[in-house]
C-alpha cells in the first residue's frame, strides 16, 4: 500500500518560510522522480518541482531562486524549501511519485497573507 505522509504546510506572511516534508512509504523510493505540484482555487494543478534519481533539478520558473528541492532516499524523504513566499504561493501542495505509476500525497495548505 502506497502512502505519503506530508507536512509543514500552514500561514506564513509574504517574504517568509516554510518547508515541506514529504515522507512515503510502500514504494522503492530511490527509483522515482519526486515532485511538487500545487494547486490553487479555480486553476490547474502545476508543477513546482521535481528531483530525478541522480538529484537533478527542475522548477517552475515562478519559483526559482526561491523554492530549493531536495530528496534523502535514506529517509525516502522530499523536501520543498520556500523562501521568500508571495501571496501567488498559496495553493495546496501536493508529493508526487512518478516512475511507471503516478502517485499523490493528499496535500498540504500553504496560505502566504498579510
Known amino acids: 500500500q502506497v502512502q505519503f505522509v506530508e507536512s509543514g504546510g500552514g500561514s506564513v506572511q509574504p517574504g517568509g518560510s516554510l518547508r515541506l516534508s514529504c515522507t512515503a512509504s510502500?514504494?522503492?523510493?530511490?527509483?522515482?522522480?519526486m515532485g511538487w505540484y500545487r494547486q490553487a482555487p479555480g486553476k490547474q494543478r502545476e508543477l513546482v518541482a521535481d528531483i530525478t534519481t541522480l538529484g537533478g533539478t527542475n522548477y517552475a520558473e515562478s519559483v526559482k531562486g526561491r523554492f530549493t528541492i531536495s530528496r534523502d532516499n535514506a529517509k525516502n524523504t522530499v523536501y520543498l524549501q520556500m523562501n521568500s513566499l508571495k501571496l501567488e504561493d498559496t495553493a495546496v501542495y501536493y508529493c508526487?511519485?512518478?516512475?511507471?505509476?503516478?502517485?499523490w500525497g493528499q496535500g498540504t495548505q500553504v496560505t502566504v497573507s498579510s
Open positions: 508526487n511519485a512518478r516512475y511507471i505509476t503516478n502517485y
Open positions: 510502500g514504494i522503492s523510493f530511490s527509483i522515482h522522480v
